[in-house]
């Protein structure tokens, strides 16, 4: 008899524990402390509902580890997925942090680094908010952001999951790329508004580094930073054999490249060989930076794909 006094008491706290829960009453949850790309110490609550995101390559993230209901608010340039135009703005380089408290966030993902203003992270510690920075590097990091946002949101699987995957189709273009018998030099256009002086990129961008593995030769590989202007001189000089259109989301074809003034004597543009690629693809370090290197496999070495 006691022992089944006792059943009906655990039963009944059960169905109170129940009701509590349906009446929005708040469950106490142990969360986790994970350590990010700066090398802070933050703990986040289990499960996060309300996610902020600071960068569009982590709303890119949170998407695609299945989070897209939890974003309430993205950055001014969170375009991808289509979904994530429609969550609230919080602004662009310089967040809103009157914005972002009024969405009650329970994690804010962020980056660091310029042009990002470390002050806001600050801001945002001292307002009690819990803030994830990232800042990858390099293909691998990479790989370790999409599994620290799994772990920060409870969505571990998925993340090795997408993990797994990247990892399987960056290999196999490496594998395929890695013995190839010519590099052909390539030119990737960033922005060419003054064409007498083209932005393009130099050693230590995603760009360079891609282009490598996709079995090219960057023709400022040797250049003094990551982003740097080509005078015209130096561009006639490297003669590329392909000029990739970076800044082809901005309206920039292959006809208009043709039409510059000194551009026609050089080797790609007299073959053609003028590609527009998505560039978001490369310089947004999420999901999709494999789709970037595939792509720039395509062009660079279109007889192994």
């Not at 022992?3 to 524990?17: E, G, K, P, R, T």
């Not at 949850?29 to 994970?34: E, H, K, M, R, S």
């Not at 998407?63 to 602004?91: I, N, R, W």
Request: a negative charge.
């Amino acid at each position: 008899m006691r022992q089944a006094l006792f059943v009906l008491f655990i039963a009944a706290l059960a169905m109170l524990a129940l009701a509590a829960c349906d009446a929005g009453a708040s469950v106490p949850n142990p969360g986790v402390t994970l350590t990010d790309d700066a090398g802070r110490a933050v703990s986040v609550v289990s499960n996060p509902q309300r996610i902020v995101s600071l960068a569009p390559s982590n709303t890119e993230i949170l998407f695609a580890l299945g989070l897209g209901d939890q974003v309430v608010g993205v950055t001014d340039f969170c375009d991808y997925p289509p979904e994530a135009t429609a969550k609230a703005k919080v602004g662009g380089i310089t967040p809103n942090v009157e914005q972002i408290v009024t969405l009650k966030p329970d994690l804010v993902v962020t980056i660091g680094g310029d042009p990002f203003p470390a002050e806001l992270i600050t801001r945002l510690e001292e307002l009690g908010l819990p803030t994830l920075v990232l800042a990858p590097k390099d293909l691998d990091s990479v790989y370790h952001d999409i599994e620290l946002v799994g772990q920060a949101t409870g969505k571990q699987a998925e993340a090795k999951k997408l993990v797994d995957d990247m990892k399987a189709r960056a290999q196999a273009v490496t594998d395929k790329c890695k013995n190839v018998a010519s590099r052909p030099t390539v030119f990737y256009e960033l922005d060419a508004t003054d064409a007498a002086k083209p932005f393009t990129v130099g050693p230590g961008s995603w760009h360079d580094t891609f282009i490598q593995i996709a079995g090219g030769t960057n023709v400022a590989a040797n250049a003094p930073s990551p982003w740097v202007q080509f005078s015209m001189e130096e561009l006639v000089k490297s003669d590329p054999a392909l000029i990739i259109l970076g800044d082809a989301n901005r309206g920039v074809t292959a006809d208009a490249v043709k039409a510059r003034e000194g551009w026609g004597s050089l080797k790609a543009v007299q073959s053609g060989a003028i590609y527009p690629i998505d560039d978001n693809l490369i310089s947004r370090p999420g999901p999709r930076v494999v789709d970037g290197l595939e792509a720039l496999a395509r062009i660079i070495h279109p007889e192994l794909f």
